[in-house]
Structures are given as structure tokens and as C-alpha cells.
């Protein structure tokens, strides 16, 4: 590593705070005696600071003041052979960015820096007690469920800060309040963004993500359930922010687990950034194997798992050139396979085994979408077969020219590989934009048909959505620029004029648009069908039912595990006709089946109906 110059050196990702300042402005205000000790202390810790940045300037991240040490209680036995605390100890932590040392281990690293720095202390003041923490070792704390550091950072008072320390500061304090009031919901608790991946300032918005466990929701819709919590959990940000004095935005971004598992299967690139960059401050094991198949390149057909298979290519190239002869085989066996493979995944294949891979090609992109030229796949079969014969024995070694064809002819396969992948995307991208056009039609007539208008053409979609649901309210005005984009791009494609950023432009507003429209029928549908259920009250429970269309459901305790769910058909005098057992899962797919709830009104047989099966002292609930 090599010794900075005597100037102060500035790390060069983050943009630290104000380095004269013991405790960020609007910290808040400490103990009298710890703030008199502060500013008797001042002059010694920047001095200290002062020292260690002109070493270290590139790789401190934060140096902060911690509590003192406790003592044991006076009635408690000492421990003779236990040092006790020294009450003028002064202890200091200094965190360091390790992500970018190449030229030592973590333990050959850690050991410098704790030995110069714990040697400037000395120097100032024999009272002052420093440790040295490696960035990384707090993460990999974080990776396996530990949150001791974090906990020790968030009590600290900054003398430096490039901005990390503030973020886990506010982190750890409204990760606790989340987890106190929701520990029943809270899946993962998960710190993001340009924080985690080294390219934030002192200003950045401090990035958080919350997984809500939604899988045994009963009693209202997941988005309710979404809405309710992230309400609530935003404005406890604003609370930790008032707390700590910390001015960064606390970004808050909730998921519930549905929708976080569908974003995963569709290879949504939110969450696989997510999933490879983030921090966990608390997992019930959900993030982290998540985090480790990402890793391993198991969620498939990702376009991390597909651009993973892609780059062994050219890395492989590389190596065989400088490997011996008889590993140059192996190589440049692989560097044409995986690529290959990955065309196929990208074309919506699962990937072949390696012996299947060649007729597989050969199948999809020579003889039925014309892509590829037979001469490419004359090169894949050739390296399958010298690695068969080499692996088998035939072939008892490689020569120098045979090595020289086999890497010509790899590159010559990879460079045309690259052209085949930019034509499945664009083949892609034209047949994404029918699909995604046909989707977001079909979604707009189904809001249409809530809001009573049954039948509406492709060119009257755009007018009805404007008028029904935007001029009205119900829709914000951003989704109408939206579904316009979605429409010019669908314009393009038929006319041939689609390009890739018309393509880009219109998923990435389309996402949105889908995801509210969806959530809009929910909450629709669930207000329709509250007013479909007679709430009543015998004895100490309570019971339902559900007048659909044609039968009605009776539950008779709401609130037990097993609820005795039974089914009677409404006949057409408003009675009840026999009650027969039904079950919960024949329940939800009546439920599911009914496409929008039709008003439903009691008539005067119900009531009858109610006493027979719930006894004479029956009590209807209005307005519960």
C-alpha cells in the first residue's frame, strides 16, 4: 500500500461531511457528561483524525466515538483476574474500505492498519483505545445474522463519516422499531443502493429494502396489507430521521413476498441488483439463499445467469493462450458450449447437455428461424468430438497447430455467437411488444367492465381510459403518458419502424401502469365483495354469508383455525336452499371464478334462513 502525501487525502467514491465537526449538526444532544468530555477531547481526536487521513485518506470510511465501557455494579463480585475498565479510556472506531486491496489479505490488512493507527493514538493520548474494522467484516457480520457492529456503530457519536456510518446508523434504528412493531410480518430488512456499492456521497439517499411476509393474509387483500405497513413503516423513517439528526432520505422500498417471488421468476432486474448488492440487517431466511443461488447462478433463466455463461467466452479464450497444450482442450470446449447454451436460454430453452447441445442448435437457429449459418455448428461438433476423443483415450494429446485452429475458430464462433444473441433480442423485443400491447388491453377492459362499460374497440381504449378513470380520478394522469407509449410502440412495430429504445421506453412504463391496474380491481373486487356478506353474531362468534351469484357460502366462526365452511344455493325467492359441506379450497375458487360481484339483496326469507342456521338469538352486524 502505497504512503499518501502529508495533505489531507479525501477517500475518492464518497464525498465526506465536514471533518471538523466531532458529531454531525442535528445529532442528538448528548449527556452533559459526555458532551463536556467531548470538548475537552476535541483538540487530541483531530489531531487523530487529522493523522489518520493523511496516511489512509482513500480507505477510511468513518471514525466515530463510542461509549464508554460499563462497570460491574458495586454489590458484584470483581473478578481479580479481569482487567477492569479504565474510566478515562477514550475508545475509538475506525472503519475501513477493504473492497479495492489487492496487494494484501484482509488479515495482513487489518494488522497494519490497526498497528499504525493504535500507534497515532498512543502518540496523542495513552487513553485513547482504538479498533480497526474492515467494511467487509461488517457485511459478512451482516451475511451471517450478527449485528453486533451495527448495533456498537449506531450508539457512536461521528468524528468522520463519508456517509457509511450514517447509513447504519439510521439503518439499525429503524430496522429495530420496524421489527418491534411488525416482528410478526418482517421477512428481511435489507440495506441497498450506491451505499453498498461504493459509489455514494455523504448525500446519497440512504436505500432500504423490507420484505413482508403476505402468505397468511385472511382478513384483508395483500395490497391493504402492503399499504397498511408501508404507511406505517415510512413514517417510522421519518421518526428515526428526527432521532439521529440525520438529514440523508431514508428510501424506503416495501415489498410483500408475492410480488418480491414473481419479480424473481420474471428476472426483474430491480431485484436481482437487489439480491446481489444488498445487506441484510435481519433475514428469517428468506434473502440470503436467495442471495447465494443468484450467486451461484442458479435462478434461471436470469440475465445474470445468462450474461455469467456468456463471459466464460472470452475468459476462457484468454487463459487457453497462455495454458499448456493439453489444457487448451478443455478450454476452448467450454468457451464455445456455454455461449451457446445461453443463446439457447435466451431463446427460451433450457440449456442442453453438452452432447445434445450441437443437434439443438442446429434444430432452432440453421433450419427453423434461418439465424445462424451451418458452418458454426461444423465448430461446436468438431470441439465435441476432439474433447470426446481426448477424454475417451482415441486421442492421446494436442498438437500446437490443432490448439492454434481450435482458438481461431472459437473466437470466429464467439464473434458470431454475439451477432446471434443482438438478433434473438430484437426477434424478442418485436414479439414483447404484441405481447405486452394485448396484456395491457385486455387488463384496461376488465377496469372498463368494473366501471359498467362492457365492450370497448382498440381505438376507443385510450379515449374510455382518459375519461373513466383518468379525468375522474381514479387513475393518476403519469399512467395515461404510459399507455400512450405502449401504443406508439405497438404503431412502430407494425409500420417496422420499432427501435430498441421505443421498445425500452415502453416496458419500463408499462410496469407500472399493469402493476396499478391490477391493484386497482383488486381493491375494487374486495369492496364489492364486502357487500355481499351478512356479518352476524351468535352467542360469543361470529359468522358469515357470502351471497355470490347463484350460492351462497356459510362460515360459521370467522375466527376458528378449521372453519366449518358449508354451501346452499340462493334460490329465487332470496331463501337459502339446503346446506351441503363445502370446504375453504372450494370457497376461494368460487371466489377466484366470480370475475366482479353482483349486488346482492336481502330478502326477507334470508332472515328465516339466518335463525335456522344460526339459532334463534342470531344478531346481524351493520356497519362492523
Known amino acids: 500500500m502505497a504512503k499518501k502525501s502529508n495533505k489531507s487525502v479525501k477517500p475518492k467514491s464518497m464525498k465526506p461531511a465536514k471533518s471538523n465537526e466531532v458529531a454531525p449538526a442535528g445529532a442528538p444532544k448528548l449527556p452533559p457528561e459526555l458532551e463536556k468530555k467531548l470538548k475537552a477531547l476535541k483538540t487530541k481526536l483531530d489531531k487523530l483524525k487529522d493523522k489518520v487521513l493523511d496516511k489512509f485518506g482513500d480507505y477510511i470510511v ?34 475501513v474500505d477493504d473492497t479495492t486491496s489487492k496487494k494484501m489479505s484482509k488479515d495482513e490488512l487489518h ?7 493504535g500507534k497515532f493514538a498512543e502518540e ?68 441497498a443502493g450506491s451505499l453498498v456499492q461504493g459509489r455514494a456521497t455523504a448525500t446519497s439517499d440512504i436505500d432500504v429494502w423490507i420484505v413482508i411476509d403476505d402468505t397468511d393474509v385472511k382478513k384483508m387483500t395483500r395490497a391493504e396489507l402492503k399499504d ?38 420474471d428476472a426483474n432486474p430491480i431485484i436481482f441488483t437487489l439480491l446481489r448488492d444488498g445487506v441484510p440487517f435481519y433475514d428469517r431466511g428468506i434473502f440470503m439463499p436467495w442471495k447465494q443461488l443468484l450467486r451461484m447462478g442458479r435462478i434461471k433463466p436470469s440475465r445474470e445467469a445468462i450474461d455469467l455463461f456468456m463471459s466464460t467466452g472470452e475468459q476462457s479464450i484468454n487463459r487457453v493462450k497462455l495454458k499448456l497444450k493439453d ?41 427453423k428461424e434461418k439465424m445462424l449459418e451451418p458452418e458454426y455448428i461444423e465448430i461446436l461438433k468438431k470441439n465435441v468430438q476432439v474433447r470426446k476423443d481426448i477424454e475417451h483415450g482415441t486421442r492421446k494429446e494436442l498438437s500446437g497447430i490443432e490448439l492454434d485452429e481450435l482458438i481461431k475458430n472459437a473466437e470466429k464462433y464467439l464473434k458470431r455467437i454475439k451477432e446471434l444473441f443482438k438478433t434473438i433480442e430484437e426477434m424478442h423485443n418485436q414479439k414483447s411488444v404484441i405481447t405486452l400491447y394485448d396484456e395491457i388491453m385486455t387488463i384496461i377492459r376488465d377496469v372498463l367492465k368494473m366501471e359498467g362499460i362492457e365492450k370497448a374497440q382498440d381505438e376507443e381504449i385510450i379515449k374510455l381510459f382518459e375519461d373513466e378513470l383518468i379525468s375522474t380520478g381514479k387513475v393518476p394522469a403519469r399512467y395515461l403518458r404510459d399507455l400512450n407509449e405502449v401504443v406508439e410502440a405497438k404503431t412502430k412495430h ?34 364489492e365483495l364486502e357487500r355481499t356478506k351478512i356479518k352476524v353474531k351468535h352467542g360469543d362468534k361470529y359468522g358469515e354469508v357470502i351471497l355470490l351469484d347463484k350460492v ?49 339483496f336481502i330478502k326477507e326469507p334470508v332472515f328465516e334462513d339466518l335463525k335456522n342456521i344460526f339459532g334463534r338469538d342470531v344478531q346481524v352486524l351493520v356497519n362492523y
Not at 111 to 117: D, E, N, R
Not at 130 to 155: A, E, F, H, P, R
Request: charged share 30%.
Open 62 to 95: 468513518g471514525i466515530t466515538l463510542l461509549p464508554p465501557e460499563k462497570t460491574a455494579p458495586k454489590d458484584e463480585k470483581a473478578d481479580d483476574k479481569k482487567e477492569k475498565p479504565n474510566p478515562d479510556q477514550i475508545n475509538i472506531m475506525v472503519v
Open 111 to 117: 494488522q497494519k492498519f490497526s498497528s499504525i493507527i
Open 124 to 191: 496523542i493520548d495513552k487513553n485513547i483505545k482504538t479498533q480497526s474494522i474492515l467494511l467487509t467484516d461488517i457485511w459478512q457480520n451482516c451475511y451471517d445474522g450478527k449485528s453486533d457492529m451495527n448495533k456498537l456503530i449506531s450508539v457512536g457519536a461521528p468524528i468522520f463519516d463519508t456517509g457509511m456510518l450514517a447509513a447504519i446508523k439510521i439503518a439499525e434504528i429503524h430496522k429495530s422499531m420496524v421489527i418491534k412493531k411488525f416482528d410478526k410480518y418482517i421477512l428481511s430488512y435489507v440495506l
Open 228 to 265: 397498511k405497513l408501508r404507511a406505517i413503516i415510512i413514517g417510522m423513517g421519518a421518526e428515526a430521521g428526527e432521532m439521529t439528526g440525520i438529514k440523508n432520505k431514508l428510501n424506503i422500498q416495501v415489498y410483500i413476498l408475492t410480488d418480491f417471488w414473481e419479480s424473481l421468476k
Open 327 to 367: 489444457m487448451g482442450m478443455e478450454d476452448t470446449f467450454y468457451a464455445i458450449l456455454t455461449p451457446s447454451q445461453a443463446a439457447l436460454m435466451l431463446y427460451g430453452i433450457p440449456p442442453p447437455t453438452p452432447k445434445e447441445t450441437p443437434e439443438v442448435l442446429e434444430e432452432i437457429f440453421v433450419k
Open 494 to 527: 407494425d409500420q417496422k419502424k420499432l427501435s430498441k429504445a421505443a421498445v425500452e421506453k415502453a416496458r419500463k412504463g408499462s410496469t407500472g401502469l399493469i402493476k396499478f391496474l391490477i391493484e386497482y380491481m383488486q381493491r375494487k373486487r374486495g369492496r
Open 552 to 600: 351462497a357460502f356459510v362460515i360459521h366462526d370467522i375466527d376458528a383455525k378449521d372453519k366449518r365452511i358449508e354451501k346452499a344455493k340462493i334460490n329465487e325467492d332470496g331463501s337459502l336452499g339446503t346446506l351441503t359441506d363445502s370446504s375453504l379450497g372450494e370457497f376461494e375458487k368460487a371466489l377466484a371464478d366470480l370475475k366482479m360481484p353482483k349486488r346482492a
